[in-house]
Structure formats: structure tokens, C-alpha cells
């Protein structure tokens, strides 16, 4: 190597080692400075999301539809659950910019508090925090609640790990009663130790989150909304298998592996259960592994797979869905039980470009317009890393003494 070249490593290595990368601090100021940088080029100018956020709450408190359009007030239209109203209320009624920042910031430091709250150890709460900063920013750029559902599964993860199922039912439960992922938090009931007490949790937390729009509304209100709410989202999903071509805003769906299956074949006759149920099936083939679960390592990495997995396989996701499998991305990472190899740290590189820096920016548009949006391969690194994920939980011995530096006892 030349002596520039040496140069470089040694100022690479002298910045890496700064102490202010391993302060909880700096990732929490990073992540403020970014809520308040979107927010200011966001509003008034393209903070549609927002906006029909806001709307769920005004029409419920006036009784209007949630799911038709309203041209007047934004474009698009919501497809959240009526409980949604209650949860953006305090930011709707806040005046608009300031409504945007503190919805961002809410979704952030939600996220922020499941990771610091979670079994991790300090270091690999850091390294999450840190991989996830830039889908984080692609995530907090489209206003979602995508955020809020990796938040919810890492929390509902972390009571089940603390015996205080209730409350991750509660995680769960809302989670599904505003973007239906949530659901997916019910994988982590085999790791209960009070089932009655998980199933009963679940129970109450549905009957309140279904009665709850109610306080706002009328109960004839909500019970019809919520038929609603079942009929836009069949017709959303078919809508998302169908848009095979057109412009950007037709190939901003489906960014899952059933869509890079679909698009790359042109095929719209068959069904994705030819893809659900294999995948299911493999998703839930460790669960056999009785012997494994009392491994922490191998319930964190079943967690991984689970925020990869809703995904990976649902026509709905999105670029900002991406947020919730980067967790599962990170988390897989990091928590193994033994030293990750150069093909790992390969994966992660590829997952890094092609799945969160391809949207931006710095990434070349010829590529991402001609090849990455129009077959859905940001899809693509996430299942990679999903399937040697699901090879290594079928073949692997997570009650390995730990050799990864990252899984190392830091607390």
C-alpha cells in the first residue's frame, strides 16, 4: 500500500476510535437534528403523509369517512386504523410545522427507547442505532408510522423477555389496529412464560383499542369505519400486485420478494401464497429447535426474522417500510454468538447500498430508476440476509460461548 494510502487507514482509524461514537448521546442528537431538518424542508411543501394523518383525526372528531379521498386537503388516502385518530390527535392539534417536528421526534425517541429498553448489550444497542441512522432519515422523510411498528415489535419482544406479557400485548395490539404489522408481534408467544397471562392481555387490549374511537365519535361510527377499514386494504393489496409498470409512483409498492418475483417474471395470474406459505413454513421451521430457545441469542434472532419477515413478504412495503427490517438487518448482525465471517460484513455492505442509500441522493438515478425501482431489488440484500438468517437458526448452536465482539457483556 502507499504511504497515502497508509495515511488514510491510520486518519480513518483515529476517527473511528472517537469516543463520542460509542455516546448514546450523539446518536440521540443525530436523531433530533434529523427530525428538525425534515421537518423544516417537509412542511408546505411536501408533507403529505402529514397531512392525511391530521385528517384521520379531524374526520373522526366530525364523522366524516376515513378512507375516501378529500382532494382539498391532501392526495392519496389513509389506510391506518381508526384508533390512529387518538394517536396523532395531540400532534393535529398542534399548528402544522409544529405538529410535523413533534411527530417526527415522538417516532424517533419511540424507536430510540425500544433499543436502549431492549436484552441488548450497550454495544450492540450502539451498533443498531448507528446502522439504522440512514433508513431511520429515508423513514422520517415519508412521515410514516413504520417507525412506530419496529418500535412496537422490539418492545412487545422485550416484555415477553421480561415476563410482563401484558404489555406486550399492548405493543402488539396496537401495533395491528393501526398498520396491521404489528401482528407480528404473536411470533414471540412460544417464548412466553405466561401464555394465559399473553392471550388474556391480548383480549383487553383489543376490546380497548376497538371501543377507544369512540369517546371521539359514536359507536355506529367506528364498528362502520372499521368495515372500512377492511375493504381499503383488500383493495390496496390488489393494487399492489397489479401495478407492474407505469410511473415512479406506480413502482413504489410491493418493494417485498413477492414483488421482485412478480416484476421480474411479468406474471399477475398467480396467487403469493405460492411464495407466503413456503416462506412461512421456513420462517417457522426453528421453532422446532426446542433445545434453542433457552439461548438469548436465539430469541433475538428470531426477532430479527420476524421485522425482516413482514417485509420481505408484503405487498404493501415500501421505501420508508424499510426502517422496520433494517432492525431485523441489525439486530441479526450483531447478536450471533460467534464471530461474524467477511461474507456477513459483505451482506451488510450490500444492504447498506443497494437497500438504503439507492433511494438517495448519492446514488446513481440511472441505476436506481432503471434497475433497482422497476424490479423491487431493494428487496433483495434484505433476503439474502433473511435466508442465511433462517439457515443459520435451523443449523447453528446459539449456546455458544460468545466469540463476536459485538455480543460481548458491555453493561
Known sequence: MSA??????????????????????TVALLWLLMCLVVSMTKVYNSDNNFMIFRGVWDHTVAGLPLYGPYPGEYSDVNLYGPVFALVIAPFAMMSRPVGLFF?????????????????????????????????????????????????????????????????????????????????????????SRHKLRFVGG???????????????????????????????????????????AGDMAALSTNISLLGIVRRTTRVLTYSDLWLIVPGLLLFAAPYLRLGQYRHTAFRQTLLASVLM????????????????????????????????????VALMVLVFVVSSLSPGDLFPKAIYRGLIQPYALKALPVAL???????????????????????????
Open 309 to 344: 419477515f413482514c417485509v420481505l413478504f408484503s405487498t404493501g412495503s415500501e421505501n420508508s417500510t424499510y426502517i422496520i427490517a433494517f432492525m431485523g438487518v441489525a439486530v441479526w448482525y450483531c447478536c450471533a454468538p460467534w464471530q461474524r465471517s467477511r461474507s456477513d
Open 385 to 411: 440476509v433473511w435466508f442465511k438468517l433462517s439457515a443459520e437458526m435451523l443449523t447453528r448452536d446459539y449456546g455458544l460461548s460468545s466469540q463476536s465482539s459485538l455480543a460481548s457483556p458491555t453493561r
Open 4 to 25: 497515502a494510502g497508509l495515511r488514510l487507514r491510520s486518519v480513518c482509524r483515529t476517527v473511528a476510535g472517537w469516543r463520542l461514537w460509542r455516546d448514546f448521546r
Open 202 to 244: 391480548l383480549a383487553f387490549w383489543a376490546a380497548v383499542m376497538f371501543v377507544a374511537p369512540m369517546a371521539v365519535s359514536s359507536p355506529e361510527y367506528v364498528v362502520g369505519q372499521y368495515a372500512e377499514w377492511y375493504a381499503a386494504l383488500v383493495d390496496k393489496n390488489a393494487s399492489n400486485i397489479n401495478e407492474l
Open 103 to 191: 411527530w417526527l421526534l415522538a417516532l424517533s425517541a419511540f424507536l430510540y427507547v425500544s433499543v436502549r429498553r431492549s436484552n441488548l448489550t450497550r454495544r450492540q444497542q450502539l451498533f443498531v442505532l448507528w446502522f439504522t441512522t440512514h433508513e431511520l432519515l429515508n423513514a422520517l422523510f415519508m412521515q410514516q408510522y413504520n417507525v412506530g411498528i419496529a418500535a412496537g415489535v422490539m418492545l412487545s419482544f422485550y416484555f415477553v423477555e421480561k415476563e410482563r406479557d401484558f404489555w406486550a400485548a399492548f405493543f402488539i395490539v396496537l401495533g395491528t389496529f393501526i398498520k396491521i404489522y404489528g401482528i407480528v408481534g404473536l411470533a414471540f408467544f412460544l417464548f
